[in-house]
């Protein structure tokens, strides 16, 4: 409980220090802006994401996770993956730039990409501390350094009015956020030393999660490579705002379950007893509820909290935080189950879901986008969630953690407000291209 207390709060610091910088920097920048850094991010998260062999769930499940050889030998293995990616983006910049046909894109991807560096240097004190669920402290450091970035990225909004604000606010953040990390966290510091058995277990429970994650990148950023290359970068920037406000729960979920879950099906695996099963269903249904009752507030008032907000330029975004705060409706309901196959040790079933959810995501976003436009982008994100749920039922059933009564009960509520909200925005949902 104190965990799950330290990470909404720090979540809720988060993303009211996010909107607060919104409302300013779109007053400050053109949508264009958010749109090119829309597409930066597309290219920084999947070279993350497709590099990614889950050493940070290694350490929070291995029987070693306290060993300073293994911790050093995780630290060492992303310092080298953090200098490789920063290589990558350089190297992908001219030909991103010359795809998308916006040469700035050359300039500003290999800057950004210092972040990755950055990353790299990250100590495993952060996933020890998360191991334990030691979580207050790492929450003030996020909370702080990300103040620090948006600060700068307002300064320099107002000097520039670039771009640029945006880059170079994110880097700062990024720096502070590691300065932090390594002075303030209890632990060892680390150093650069290879163990071979170490590198075996992180290697062999990571190499699933490397194809894991390169499916994931599907699932969360299907849409916007989709859409990169049907909308304008003003129609981009505008789309990434509505997703901004309506992925709040989706992203709050997904802090709790990486942080929280893990831990929790490490402790009382659910086929054990019982009574492990009825304590997963009640930290389920606290879960579950709260997020879709965010969810569909955020989907009842959208229209109208876009146009108190934003400045006409961003009308559009009203409908679809709408329509997504709908559509991700399926995927709350079912976000806590498959970090039971990680918890277990098993990465390639938790591989093997992954790549089914990304294959449905980005065939049913390609065809929706295909036939109705960003309408039909936002419905089939909607349906890809629907579609994936029997394999992600079949995956907690493995491991008796399936549970259908709390799912019925969560998609009757989701239904009855989605209706409500379709209802009473009918008009500008109508309105999108």
């Keep these: 409980m104190r965990g799950s207390l330290a990470t909404v709060l720090g979540f809720g610091g988060a993303q009211f220090l996010r909107l607060a ?33 889950g050493i940070g769930q290694s350490i929070l499940r291995s029987p070693r996770g306290d060993d300073q050889l293994f911790l050093d ?22 030909p991103m730039a010359n795809f998308y046909d916006i040469p700035q894109l050359a300039q500003l991807v ?38 620090c970035g948006i600060i700068v990225m307002v300064a320099l909004a107002v000097l520039t009015r670039s771009v640029w604000a945006l880059v170079v606010g994110q880097i700062f953040a990024s720096a502070i956020r590691l300065t932090l990390m ?7 510091p680390n150093r650069f030393r290879i163990d071979r058995s170490a590198v075996h277990e992180l290697v062999g429970f990571g190499a699933w999660i490397f194809v894991s994650t ?10 916007k490579l989709v859409l990169s290359k049907f909308l304008s970068l003003e129609m981009l920037g505008i789309y990434n705002i509505g997703y901004f406000l309506a992925a709040v729960p989706v992203m709050l979920g997904g802090t709790l379950v990486g942080r929280m879950m893990i831990p929790i099906y490490r402790e009382s695996p659910p086929a054990e007893s019982r009574e492990n099963f009825l304590r997963l269903r009640r930290f389920r249904f606290l ?4 997020l879709i009752a965010i969810g569909l507030f955020l989907a009842l008032i959208g229209t109208w909290l876009v146009d108190l907000l934003y400045d006409p330029r961003y009308e559009a975004a009203g409908a679809v935080l709408v329509l997504l705060a709908l559509a991700f409706m399926p995927q709350l309901i079912t976000q806590s189950y498959d970090q039971i196959a990680l918890a277990m040790g098993d990465s390639r079933i938790f591989c093997l879901v992954s790549i089914a959810r990304g294959v449905l995501m980005l065939a ?17 994100q909607a349906v890809a969630y629907l579609l994936s749920y029997p394999i992600i039922a079949w995956l907690a059933r493995r ?19 989605a209706a409500l909200a379709l209802w009473l925005h009918a008009n500008a949902i109508a309105a999108l291209p």
Aim: glycine share 12%.
């Design 21 to 53: 910088s919104n409302l300013v920097l779109t007053r400050l920048l053109v949508p264009e802006a958010f749109g090119l850094m829309t597409l930066i991010t597309l290219l920084i998260m999947g070279l993350k994401l497709f590099s990614d062999i």
């Design 73 to 94: 030998t995780a630290w060492s293995l992303d310092l080298i993956r953090g200098a490789i990616l920063w290589v990558l983006a350089c190297v992908l910049a001219v």
């Design 110 to 147: 290999p800057v950004t990409a210092t972040v990755l560096l950055i990353g790299g240097l990250e100590p495993t004190r952060v996933d020890s501390a998360t191991r334990h669920l030691l979580l207050g402290r790492i929450t003030a450091f996020e909370l702080f350094s990300q103040f």
């Design 182 to 188: 390594m002075r303030g966290l209890p632990g060892e």
């Design 214 to 223: 390169v499916a994931g990148y599907a699932v969360s950023q299907g849409d």
């Design 287 to 290: 879960l579950s509820g709260g």
């Design 364 to 380: 049913c976003v390609a065809v929706g986008a295909a036939l109705l436009g960003l309408t039909g982008a936002i419905l089939g």
């Design 399 to 417: 491991y008796d953690a399936w549970d259908g009564a709390h799912d019925a009960v969560m998609a009757a509520v989701a239904a009855v407000g």
